[in-house]
Nanobody, 117 residues
Framework: QFQLQESGPGLLKPSHTPSLTCTVSIGSISISSNYLAWFRQPPGTGLEWIGGIDYTGSTYYSQYLKSRTSISRDPSENQFTLPLSSVTPEDTAVYYC?????????WGQGNQVTVSS
């Protein structure tokens, strides 16, 4: 029913500020009526929640990343975005977007981000 696709940079140098975008194929439903979230999975570790935005536009963030990001959405483009400031090698991970609708979760395939000098 829904399809999500992440896009963004693959290889970055430290201190850059990349932005990841999730494009949602959602038919006639607006993304604004759903809970949208970003996750990441660093090498060899589990999935980590970064933050999300709900149907009211309220945003929620991991305490570890909230100072470095500000999730936004563009319903006209069916997209939501994750900027991440001043990246370091510790930000190397596969980044995933997720949409929750009626208790069902829909995931993108992931976007590998590698931070290396």
């Amino acid at each position: 029913q829904f399809q999500l696709q992440e896009s963004g940079p693959g290889l970055l140098k430290p201190s850059h500020t990349p932005s990841l975008t999730c494009t949602v194929s959602i038919g006639s439903i607006s993304i604004s009526s759903n809970y949208l979230a970003w996750f990441r999975q660093p090498p060899g570790t589990g999935l980590e929640w970064i933050g999300g935005i709900d149907y009211t536009g309220s945003t929620y963030y991991s305490q570890y990343l909230k100072s470095r990001t500000s999730i936004s959405r563009d319903p006209s483009e069916n997209q939501f975005t994750l900027p991440l400031s001043s990246v370091t090698p510790e930000d190397t991970a596969v980044y995933y977007c997720r949409l929750r609708n009626d208790g069902n979760d829909y995931w993108g395939q992931g976007n590998q981000v590698t931070v290396s000098s």
